[in-house]
């Protein structure tokens, strides 16, 4: 230990003399690499430190190439030239990066390279699709693979550091930023992070991130940003202790023990303390409960967004609140810049709790290597090789294929690639290529990506498309423009119609009340039913839509979300069954706007609907049934599977024993496929509620045409663990109920077992 400091003073010494000769060299940055330990070296440079500099390395400034919010400060380069910019976001290339990041080492005293950001949600150049799209593939290693790759080719571009994964829990649709999470389940999502933690950052610990392919990742938004008011973007949200710590954080704690290396507050106010400035979240649970040692780093400007929650009279005080609450980083909001060095100077806070966010933020930065060599990810050359590469391409389509849901299919899909029918192309979505990559692909080329019209006529060379527009996909009705698509649907063997949404109309801000198509294009639909022609409804939007009158009045429904660079190809397989649908819901689609929110795992009432008496006194509505149109975990395919022969190895569990579940899935078409078979599990009677049911695994499998698969899930007691009243978390004696289940709606095969200790 002892040692240990006077090695620490040694080298503090050694850097100081440097830095003292090296005030105007562009290499001083040099003398904090070599053998020591990081810590030593975050310590010995902070040693160094002005105060100024200390909160600079707390201060995030946007480039400006994509803004989200308020633009605060845009003079970042006179903070560079003082040391004071720790980090810049939207800002991208490797050729204008390494100008920012020589301007910094060669104008700032210490030379501390910055750390570039960006959000890389769902592909950098080459895009995939939006993220609740592909969580519906449940294809785990294929996400933790689209995040490698918009690693590979973002580190390439000049970032480190991508504000993904977004791991919010989603439960209602009305919210736009669904589009971005991985649905409406906790094992699920914490799966999903751990995937994505990998994908971005190569490893799955909190250590050396020194492959100049890793990307930080960013577990956000922390936390219950899902939970807003009425599905309004920025709401309040009010929870008890029991859902936050049963539902919102367990993804985030998956992140962690992912080795996740940055947070992002959110901006929602959480039980009446805004996120950003949050002790009980940032300090008690991450910080003291997780343990987690990474940096964190606000939204876009939430600092400042303190006072109009009413948590701060003006700035100053809300960055005293929000460094108090445990954040690192204030991004874009110069509430630390403006206001840290005065809070310091009143004693409102300490060197020491600077001390402890800059060396976080530039741990980070040794743990990148960029003291080592700050222009790592700033090479062009390695830019060009490693952008929208052929095996990239063919992954953002096998990815796509694998997003797709089939929702419904009346015997008309799959349509032969040879057929020489004669095919109606109708809908704003048909020849629409913009909105395809869906909002958080902000740097994929809007330009490339392949629309349905392209994909179909590519893949029916024989068929004989017409095509009406029918609608636009965010004005208002035109009859018109209905009547031409009427006139073509009517001469037509067969009608495909490709609608939806806007990409604008999810993503941030981007929160609806009516979540059925819009208006216009719902009338062309209606429309176009009166020729009596067969509809196959493509569907390209970002959340999940009420589709009562549609599941009512057209032959299929294809899901097709927004699939990036390859949409139409990939929609053009899923049609002719090139590739056979496998994608399941991740998120339920409600009946209609009233039954939201809705999810699968809900508590039962003391007064289960049993659909007989129309008013029986028991928790129902009158116009809708309770259950949703579509369920979690739903979805077809041109196979179809039974599921039989339901068995426990053992119906009686011990304390440290095992149970193997198993059921036969028989694939009874003559085409192959493959099938998400999902575990359920019920906690019968406990001492806290439990869920009518929660998913506790899953496999996909391909199972070939006649094949049957004995499919076997392991059931340990932890399976069964709930957090008891004092929130321990605990296995209690008693009856479960097992599903091993196409869907979560799905109650046959039921299988009972005991635990006993
Ligand atoms: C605001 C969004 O909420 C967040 O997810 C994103 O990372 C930042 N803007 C930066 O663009």
């Given amino acids: 230990m002892r040692l240990l400091s006077i090695k620490v003073i040694l080298y503090s010494l050694s850097i100081f003399l440097l830095g003292c000769q090296n005030k105007s060299s562009n290499t001083a940055w040099k003398s904090y690499s070599g053998d020591a330990s990081i810590e030593a070296k975050v310590d010995s440079l902070l040693s160094l430190m002005t105060i100024e500099e200390k909160i600079g390395q707390l201060t995030q400034f946007s480039g400006q190439g994509t803004v989200t919010g308020p633009q605060i400060n845009d003079d970042f380069k006179e903070y560079m030239d003082k040391g004071q910019v720790g980090s810049m976001f939207n800002v991208v290339g490797a050729k204008g990066l390494r ?54 080719e973002a580190t390439a571009a000049g970032l480190c550091w991508t504000f993904a994964p977004m791991i919010d829990i989603s439960r209602d649709p009305r919210w736009g930023r669904v589009m971005e999470s991985a649905g409406e ?39 219950g940003y899902g939970a807003g008011l009425a599905g309004r973007d920025y709401h309040s949200v009010d929870m008890s202790d029991r859902t936050l710590r049963e539902t919102y954080l367990p993804p985030f704690k998956s992140a962690v023990d992912n080795g996740v290396a940055t947070f992002m507050t959110s901006f929602n106010t959480l039980n009446g303390v805004p996120a950003t400035g949050n002790k009980y979240i940032f300090k008690d649970i991450l910080r003291d409960e997780w343990n987690f040692k990474g940096g964190v780093v606000t939204d876009y400007t939430a600092i400042n967004e303190l006072v109009p929650h009413g948590y701060a009279q003006d700035l100053k005080e809300a960055a005293n609140k929000a460094l108090n609450a445990g954040i690192d980083m204030d991004m874009n909001g110069a509430a630390f810049i403006q ?47 490693n952008t929208m590469k052929p095996e990239f391409l063919a992954e953002a389509l096998k990815n796509a294929e694998r997003s797709i849901v089939l929702l ?6 799959p349509l032969a690639s040879t057929t020489s029918k004669r095919v109606a192309l109708i809908g704003p979505m048909i020849k629409e290529r913009r909105s395809l990559n869906g909002e958080w692909a902000i740097q994929g080329d809007r330009r490339l990506s392949t629309t349905v019209y392209e994909g179909l006529t590519e893949k029916y060379k024989n068929a004989k498309f017409t095509y009406a527009q029918g609608a636009t996909l965010t004005g208002d009705v035109d009859r018109k423009e209905i009547n031409k698509a009427v006139a073509v649907a009517k001469n037509s063997d067969l009608v495909i119609m490709a609608l939806g949404e806007d990409f604008n109309w999810s993503g941030e801000a981007a929160s609806r009340t009516d979540i059925q198509i819009p208006l216009a294009q719902k009338e062309l639909l209606r429309a176009v039913k009166k020729t009596g022609k067969k509809i196959v409804l493509v ?13 009512e009045n057209v032959d299929a429904i294809v899901e097709a979300w927004y699939p990036g660079i390859k949409a139409g190809d990939a929609i053009a397989n899923i049609l002719s069954g090139d590739y056979n649908p496998s994608a399941k819901l991740t998120m339920t689609f409600p009946r209609n706007v009233g039954q939201i929110p809705i999810y699968y795992n809900t508590l039962n009432t003391g007064r289960p609907h049993d659909h007989s008496d ?34 426990l190895s053992n119906t ?38 439990q869920p009518i049911k929660s998913l506790k695994g899953f496999e996909k499998l391909s199972i070939q045409k006649g094949q049957t698969i004995d499919v076997q899930f392991e059931i340990t007691p932890e399976m069964l663990a709930i957090l008891d009243i004092d929130m321990n978390k605990v296995t209690e004696e008693g009856k479960f109920n097992i599903w091993i289940a196409p869907h979560a709606e799905y109650d046959g095969n039921l299988m009972q077992l005991n635990y006993t200790e």
Avoid at 126 to 138: G, K, N, Q
Avoid at 539 to 551: I, Q, Y
Avoid at 618 to 630: E, G
């Fill in 408 to 413: 419904k299919n009346e015997k008309v899909l």
């Fill in 539 to 551: 569907l390209l939007n970002g959340r999940p839509l009420d589709l009562s009158w549609e599941d």
């Fill in 185 to 223: 389940d906790v094992y699920f999502t914490n799966l999903v992070a751990a995937a994505k933690v990998k994908g971005y950052q190569g490893i799955s610990s909190y250590k050396d991130f020194s492959d100049p392919h890793t990307m930080l990742a960013c577990a956000k938004h922390f936390v």
């Fill in 99 to 152: 100008q920012l990041q020589e301007h910094a080492l060669k104008h700032s005293r210490l030379k501390i390279p910055i750390l570039f950001a960006a959000d890389v949600i769902h592909g950098f150049k080459t895009t995939f699709p939006m993220p609740l799209a592909e969580s519906c593939s449940w294809d785990l290693e294929l996400m933790e693979k689209s995040a490698r790759i918009s690693a590979i």
């Fill in 339 to 385: 206001h840290l060095k005065t809070l310091l100077d009143e004693g409102k806070v300490t060197e020491e709790q600077i001390n402890v966010a800059a060396s976080r933020m530039l741990e980070l930065k040794f743990l990148l290597g960029l003291f080592d060599d700050p222009f790592k990810y700033l090479d062009e050359k390695r830019e060009k090789e």
């Fill in 652 to 689: 009686t569990l011990s304390a440290n024993g095992k149970v193997t579940a198993s059921i036969k899935v028989t694939n009874e078409s003559d085409v192959d496929g493959e099938e998400i078979v999902q575990l359920y599990i019920q906690d019968v009677a406990a001492s806290v509620a």
């Fill in 614 to 647: 129309p008013k029986d006194y028991t928790s129902f509505y009158l116009d809708v049934p309770n259950s949703p149109l579509y369920p979690f975990g739903y979805g077809l395919s041109y196979s179809t599977f039974k599921y039989h022969d339901a068995k």
